[in-house]
């Protein structure tokens, strides 16, 4: 009898996985298409995904769409990790993820080593204007420090 139950509830968390799995990726063609074509999702950390999901919700708010609900964003989150790059679950760096995620919005992140601080921190104001006209949000103050320690950490000496 026991075996029984057991392999019945075994079954009915590997299908709740499924049907999680299967809404997240109906959320995911659904909703990140709305704007732009599906993006790329492999090439970008667990940590990453998350952020730009946060980014995008800010973006979906600025312009009169419905942002996902925490139950869809669970879901959707579920569904990219399993597509996202895999790494060590150590490795998190909050520095590089901001980087990352709000300089490869528009396009591909610059290699951080092209330039010295001070021009970086010239090429930041720039790039807040072309948000700013965009329509993408700004950073807030935690993220540009994050992405200037970043790039002071990286830059040109
Ligand atoms: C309300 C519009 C809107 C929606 C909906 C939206 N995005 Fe975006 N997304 C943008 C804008 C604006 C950019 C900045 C680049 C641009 O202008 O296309 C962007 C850029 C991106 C980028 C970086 C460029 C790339 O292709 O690698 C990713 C990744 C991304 N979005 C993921 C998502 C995901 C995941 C969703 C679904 C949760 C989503 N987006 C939904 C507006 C949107
Ligand atoms: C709202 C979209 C957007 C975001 C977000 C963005 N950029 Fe840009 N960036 C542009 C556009 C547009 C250009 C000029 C055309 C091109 O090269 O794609 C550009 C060009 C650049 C260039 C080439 C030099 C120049 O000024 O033309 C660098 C370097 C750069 N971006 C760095 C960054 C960094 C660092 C960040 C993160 C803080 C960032 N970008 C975020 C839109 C953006």
């Known amino acids: 009898m026991k075996t029984v139950t057991l392999l019945i509830t075994a079954c009915s968390l590997l299908f709740a996985q499924q049907l999680v799995f299967a809404q997240g990726e109906a959320l995911f063609k659904e909703r990140c298409s709305q704007c732009h074509s599906l993006p790329k999702m492999d ?3 667990p940590a990453q995904l ?3 999901v946060d ?5 979906m708010v ?4 419905t942002p996902l609900n925490d139950n869809e964003k669970s879901e959707l989150l579920a569904y990219l990790e399993t597509k996202a790059k ?3 679950a150590d490795a998190e760096n909050l520095a590089e993820d901001a980087f990352m995620v709000r300089c ?5 992140a610059p290699d951080a080593e092209m330039l010295k601080i001070n ?9 807040d204007q072309r948000m700013e006209k965009a329509n993408v949000p700004l950073m807030d103050e935690q993220e540009r420090e994050l992405v200037l320690q970043y790039l002071t950490q990286h830059a040109r000496k």
């Open 104 to 108: 490869g919005l528009c396009h591909q």
């Open 62 to 65: 600025a312009r009169d769409l």
């Open 43 to 45: 090439e970008r950390t």
């Open 50 to 52: 998350a952020k730009i």
């Open 55 to 59: 980014v995008m919700q800010e973006i």
């Open 86 to 88: 895999q790494t060590d």
């Open 119 to 127: 021009q970086w921190k010239i090429v930041l104001r720039t790039m």
